[in-house]
Structure formats: structure tokens, C-alpha cells
């Protein structure tokens, strides 16, 4: 009951392996030269990390659309496992993965047309292009519906006026198409109407803000977007009109679980450095791990490793069964606000807990708990900030709003 | 055009190793093991050679269950089927017998038009079964390939020495064992790993190959390990003070070693 099926664990191993020996050695570099290896995405996708949640038809390894593991192809708690495996060894590299496939694929894979579907799928899928999706502002962030990008229909053209902050994978040498939320109107009632629209990387008009200096996650792509006058065809909108918003808030919940792999990722990696360096760095003449104010310390980092992991993959279960219509969309959601909420708080307290452990070098980026802990802080931030997932449970527990 | 690719289930070399105290012979039971780094380039020139024309890749191993990781690492990087030769008699074989267990199951699964090898074991290095091999199929064979090419009826293939290349041709059907320069083997991919699980995988057993049990094993090896002793643990490191004869110091310090 408590185990990943075979399948799962033979593609961690894979995973781990080239995660290891292809990424490893490269990371304190590209951390510090705040690279982006483009070179490296279809690679991962070679191994099969994009196309788990994508059906056969469009390039994916997923038997069906919302077909299961048991069905012999690709699901979302394999994806989940790449995501943990690649952020246990570095965090960016893992955040790359899990945009990609949430923020990018999932959108258009949920709510493209057939022919939307065929056009930009089956490169995401491999590996060779990535896309972003833009809903943060910089005046609308977790109140993500005060959106003030435009977009106005005329003559079988849209054009966009607006910009975008923070957006994930936007601006790679393979970043292919950004969808952007954007306000097409006014409903009745006098709120906006919100839209989807998808527009193309180097659409004129379409400008991607040079990158932003970042506490950490220095190897992933985040930029600014602005629009100016940029038009595409009228069947650049993804899903119907009107329901942008809603829509992307019900992918999420993907999201959520698959942040939650990639804190575990990092949870695990602490229990793993902190434990190697307490038993060999010496203190008073004796390992630092014989004392209980260190051994203690390391004990806590197994209970939030194991607790991160069980929550992540409950949640991850329940998503795949409710695809394969054995649970409801309401469990999925509170157990992905649950896994979500706890393992990015678990991650910063164990980056903490393993910077401490390891003393003075755990504040030199020689080692890499001091890249870990950069990185753990937006966690607890990105996909909603803790504070929206407490009253996302609030919400699902029934308390009045 | 029809590869046999044979491949070895070793220790992995990154994790404790050790050997079997009764017999002195390699514990790869007891230890993780995997395919031998090797034989990955012979299995990745074998696919890319069937991959560009056609043709059925089979991969065949001598060993243990636990050997039966390293057919399946092969088949999920892309082989066709596998053979697994497993027979408690052949424990402690010797390269003779290994190479006679080998051509055995290569006749029987049918002589292929090329037979690749890795250039050596990882943890035997030995690096002879290949050519014990093919003088038992009464095959040509090339050794140390780092760079192949397959004709219609022939491969070329260059040896790289210390001093010179050499490009050697043989007449098909041949075998050729191949170097750690010859290719960059790819990885599995998730495709692979489904895929391998509905491949064939034949398992074979001494009399299956019409052998019997004191041709192979230790009893019938021409060598023996006679003793075996763990490596004294890595010494500290010598740290060279600097009082105006660092370099001759230094300079010493590697030639005593016979670095320069
Ligand atoms: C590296 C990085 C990558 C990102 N990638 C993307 C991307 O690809 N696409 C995208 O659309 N966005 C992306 N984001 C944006 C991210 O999702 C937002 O930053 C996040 O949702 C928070 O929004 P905000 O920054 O506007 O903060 P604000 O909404 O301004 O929040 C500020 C603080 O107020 C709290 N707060 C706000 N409202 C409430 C309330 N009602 N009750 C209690 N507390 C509240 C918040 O929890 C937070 O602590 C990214 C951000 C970063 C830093």
C-alpha cells in the first residue's frame, strides 16, 4: 500500500542516474553563471520527463487522455517522480520539468482545440520546445483576477496590450509559445472577463524583459513580458471565451502536488548531505553526530522527508485516480493545498536545519546546502503562496469566505 | 542484419566490492550489481547499426539470477530479445569455459551476422573472451574497435594504439569488440523501460546448450585466485611545505611514483 509500483521505481532509477551523472557535475557552474542549459531539456526529454501526462497521440507516453499507470504508459505520479528526483539534485533543474509539463503543456493539452493540440504538443512533449504560461502581474499576483492585460477582438486579430511578471520558461532559445491571461471584455454584472490567449515566442510585440536577479533558482528562465500592440490570429485563444481564469486556476492543482515533489526532492537531499557530514566532520574530538543537539537535528530532517513524501504521493495517487474517475476533483484539491502547504514549509525548515549542521560551510556555496537554501525559499511562495493554500484548506473544510 | 551482443553482469564499481570467501571467486550475489559500462557501448554500436538498416538485436549473458538486470538494461535501452545461460555449475568459470558457455548460445540462438562484445569486464578485466570466442565460432575478429563501420559483407574498423591507427577489415560474418571511444551510449527512456517488459527473454541452462557441468566451473578453470587481500585504505595525503624547494620537492615526490 505505502509503495510506488515497480514501473514507478525503475523510472526513478533511470532518472537518478541521469540526474547524477549528466547534471550533477554541472550545477554549482550554471547556478552561479545563472545559466539556462537549453541543450539539457531535450535530453530529458529523450528519457520521456515531459510527455508522462501526454497521450500517445500527441507525442506523450500516456495510453489515452486520463488513462493510468495501470494501463501500461506514462501518469502524473511518474512525473512527480522525475520532478523529486531531479530536484534532489538541484532545484531549478527541477522547477524546469515541472513548469514545463503544469504551466506549459497542461494548459493546452486540457483546453487546445484538435488542431492546437497537433501544433504545439508533440515538441513539448519531447523536449525540444518549452512553454510558459503567464497569469501573474505586476499589479495582480495571488488576486490573480484583478488580471489589467487587454486583449480586444477585431477583424479576426487579437491584439494584446498588458504585461506579465515572473513567468516561468519564457524566454529559453526553445521556449516556443506563452499563454497569457488576459481581460476580453465585461460581463454583465461589471467583472471582467477573463481569456486565455497563446502567443507565440518572437510574435512582434511580444517583448521578454531581460532576467530578473533572484535570491535563487538561478538556473531557471524567469522573465518579465510586456505587450505592446501584439496581435495574433483569433484562434490563438485557448479554451472559450471568458474562461481563462477559471480555467487555469483547475489546472493548479497538478501544479501544487507536482511543487510538492519537487520540495521532497529537496527534504530528501538534506537528510542525505546532512547525515553524510555529521558522521564524518569532527568536533571535540568526535563525529558532530555523537552530540544530540546535531543527532536530533538530523532526526527531524527523516520525519520531514518521510511526512513530505507521503503527502506528496497520496496527493499524487488521488490526482491519478480522480483521471481515472475514482475520486472527486475536491479531494484532489485539498490534498494538493495539504501536500503543497507542508512540504515547501518542510523544505525551507530543512535547509535551514542542514545549513546549520554543516557549520560555517554550509554558508559557502562550495557546498551545496547553501545553494539548496537559496532555492527552498519559493516554495513556499510560487503557485501560491502558502498563505492561499491555508485558505484554499479553510475553504474546503467549509469555513464561511 | 542479425547482432548478438554479449553482455556482463558486474559489481557496481562505485560500491563496496569484495569476493567470496570459499572459493575466492567475485561475489555477485551479494553486491549491486548492473551492466557492465562496457558492454553499454557494444550494446549502443548494435543498435545504432540496426537502427540505421535493419536487423534483430539480441543480447546474451552468462550469470547468476541477479544477471538478469543487465539483459534487461540492454532491452530497455533498445534490444530486441534476450538469452540468460544460468546454471549453478558454472559458477567460477574461467574465460575458457565463459567463452565456450557463450559460442554455445550464440549457435543456438542461430549465427548472427556480427557478434559485439565490450573490450573487457569491468571487474574481471581481462578483456580476452572476445577473441577466445570467436576462434570457437571460427569467426575473424577485431578487437579494441573505436570506430566501426558495417558494409554488406564486411566491417572496417579502427584500433587506435599509442603510436598509430590501424583500420582493419573483416569479412562478415565477424567479431568485433568495441572501446569506450566508439560511441556515447544513450540512456533508457521511459518508452524503453514498458517496452523491455514485453520482450522476449529466453532462459537456458547447461543441457540446453548440450553441455555438461565439468566442462565449466571452477573445477574445470586452468586458473585459479589463490588468495585475495583487501587494499590498505587510501593513505592521508602528503602535504609539500614550501621553503624555497617546493618544486624540487614536488618534482621527487611524482617521480618516486614513476609519474614523470
Ligand atoms: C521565480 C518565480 C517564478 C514564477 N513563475 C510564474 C509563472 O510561470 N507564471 C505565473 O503566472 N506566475 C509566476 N510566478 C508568480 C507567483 O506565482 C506569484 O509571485 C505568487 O503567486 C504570489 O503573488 P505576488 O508575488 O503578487 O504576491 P502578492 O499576491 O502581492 O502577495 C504578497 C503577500 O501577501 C499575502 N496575501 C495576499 N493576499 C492575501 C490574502 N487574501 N490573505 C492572506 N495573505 C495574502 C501573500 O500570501 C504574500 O505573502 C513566479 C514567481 C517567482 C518568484
Redesign the pocket.
Request: aromatic share 10%; proline share 0%.
Given at each position: 500500500m505505502f509503495e510506488l509500483s515497480p514501473d514507478h521505481e525503475e523510472f526513478r532509477a533511470l532518472v537518478r542516474d541521469f540526474a547524477e551523472a549528466e547534471i550533477a557535475p554541472h550545477v554549482a557552474e550554471w547556478d552561479r553563471t545563472s545559466h539556462f542549459p537549453a541543450d539539457l531539456i531535450p535530453r530529458m526529454g529523450e528519457l520521456g520527463m515531459f510527455g508522462l501526462v501526454v497521450p500517445e497521440e500527441f507525442g506523450g507516453t500516456r495510453k489515452a487522455e486520463g488513462a493510468g499507470a495501470d494501463e501500461g504508459g506514462g501518469d502524473f505520479t511518474m512525473l512527480c517522480v522525475a520532478i523529486e528526483e531531479l530536484g534532489r539534485i538541484d532545484q531549478a533543474i527541477g522547477i524546469t520539468l515541472e513548469?514545463g509539463v503544469g504551466?506549459g503543456i497542461n494548459p493546452i493539452l486540457n483546453y487546445g482545440t484538435p488542431e492546437q493540440k497537433a501544433r504545439w504538443l508533440p515538441d513539448l512533449a519531447a523536449g525540444r520546445h518549452l512553454a510558459?504560461?503567464?497569469?501573474?502581474e505586476p499589479e495582480?499576483?495571488?488576486?490573480?483576477g484583478g488580471t489589467t492585460t487587454r486583449a480586444t477582438l477585431a477583424d479576426g486579430t487579437w491584439t494584446v496590450n498588458g504585461a506579465?511578471?515572473?513567468?516561468?520558461?519564457?524566454g529559453t532559445p526553445i521556449t516556443s509559445v506563452v499563454t497569457v491571461t488576459a481581460r476580453t471584455g465585461t460581463r454583465d454584472n461589471g467583472s471582467p472577463e477573463i481569456s486565455a490567449i497563446m502567443i507565440p515566442s518572437r510574435t512582434p510585440g511580444f517583448t521578454v524583459d531581460p532576467p530578473y536577479h533572484?535570491l535563487g533558482?538561478h538556473i531557471?528562465d524567469?522573465h518579465g513580458l510586456a505587450f505592446e500592440d501584439c496581435q495574433v490570429p483569433e484562434d490563438h485563444l485557448l479554451g472559450a471565451r471568458g474562461k481563462g481564469f477559471a480555467q487555469f486556476l483547475a489546472t493548479l492543482d497538478d501544479g501544487r502536488i507536482a511543487i510538492a515533489a519537487l520540495a521532497t526532492g529537496c527534504v530528501q537531499r538534506m537528510l542525505e548531505e546532512a547525515t553524510a557530514y555529521s558522521k564524518q566532520r569532527l568536533a571535540f574530538g568526535k563525529p558532530i553526530g555523537t552530540y544530540q543537539g546535531v543527532s536530533f537535528q538530523v532526526a527531524d530532517l527523516a520525519v520531514l522527508a518521510e511526512t513530505s513524501r507521503l503527502l506528496t504521493y497520496k496527493a499524487a495517487w488521488l490526482k491519478d485516480e480522480m483521471d481515472a474517475g475514482r475520486r472527486s476533483t475536491q479531494e484532489v484539491k485539498q490534498a494538493a493545498s495539504i501536500a503543497k502547504l507542508y512540504t515547501s514549509e518542510a523544505a525551507v525548515t530543512a535547509t535551514r536545519i542542514a545549513t546549520q549542521v554543516f557549520g560555517g560551510n554550509g554558508f559557502m556555496e562550495e557546498y551545496p546546502v547553501a545553494r539548496f537554501y537559496r532555492d527552498a525559499k519559493?516554495l513556499e511562495?510560487?503557485?501560491?503562496?502558502?498563505?492561499?493554500q491555508r485558505?484554499l484548506i479553510a475553504r474546503g473544510l467549509g469555513l464561511p469566505s | 542484419m542479425n547482432i548478438v551482443v554479449c553482455v556482463k553482469y558486474v559489481p557496481d564499481t562505485q560500491a563496496e566490492r569484495t569476493f567470496n570467501a570459499s572459493d575466492n571467486t567475485t561475489d555477485r550475489v551479494n553486491v549491486d550489481g548492473l551492466l557492465s559500462e562496457l558492454d553499454e557501448y557494444a550494446v549502443e554500436e548494435a543498435l545504432k547499426i540496426v537502427e540505421a538498416g535493419e536487423g534483430v538485436v539480441t543480447v546474451v549473458t552468462v550469470g547468476p539470477a541477479q544477471a538478469s538486470d543487465a539483459l534487461k538494461k540492454a532491452l530497455q535501452m533498445g534490444a530486441d530479445k534476450a538469452v540468460h545461460v544460468i546454471d549453478d555449475a558454472i559458477h567460477g568459470s574461467d574465460a575458457l569455459a565463459t567463452s565456450l558457455v557463450l559460442a554455445k548460445a550464440i549457435e543456438k540462438v542461430g549465427m548472427p551476422d556480427l557478434v559485439l562484445t565490450g573490450m573487457s569486464s569491468t571487474d574481471g578485466i581481462m578483456g580476452v573472451v572476445p577473441t577466445m570466442l570467436a576462434e570457437r565460432l571460427g569467426l575473424p575478429a577485431v578487437t579494441f574497435a573505436s570506430d566501426l563501420t558495417v558494409g554488406a559483407d564486411s566491417v572496417t574498423a579502427r584500433r587506435d594504439g599509442d603510436a598509430a591507427s590501424q583500420t582493419i577489415e573483416a569479412a562478415l560474418p565477424a567479431l568485433v569488440s568495441v572501446t569506450d571511444q566508439i560511441n556515447e551510449p544513450r540512456y533508457p527512456s521511459f518508452k524503453g523501460i514498458m517496452a523491455a517488459k514485453k520482450k522476449p527473454v529466453e532462459t537456458w541452462g547447461l543441457a540446453d546448450l548440450g553441455l555438461s557441468a565439468d566442462e565449466v566451473g571452477l573445477d574445470a578453470a586452468w586458473t585459479k585466485v589463490t588468495a585475495f587481500e583487501a587494499r590498505p585504505p587510501r593513505q592521508q595525503g602528503t602535504i609539500v611545505k614550501d621553503e624555497g624547494d617546493g618544486g624540487g620537492k614536488l618534482a621527487s615526490f611524482l617521480a618516486e611514483r614513476k609519474f614523470i
Open positions: 513548469a504551466l510558459g504560461f503567464g497569469l501573474t495582480a499576483g495571488s488576486d490573480a506579465k511578471s515572473f513567468i516561468t520558461n519564457s533572484k533558482w531557471s524567469t519559493i511562495i510560487g503557485e501560491g503562496t502558502s498563505e492561499v485558505m | -
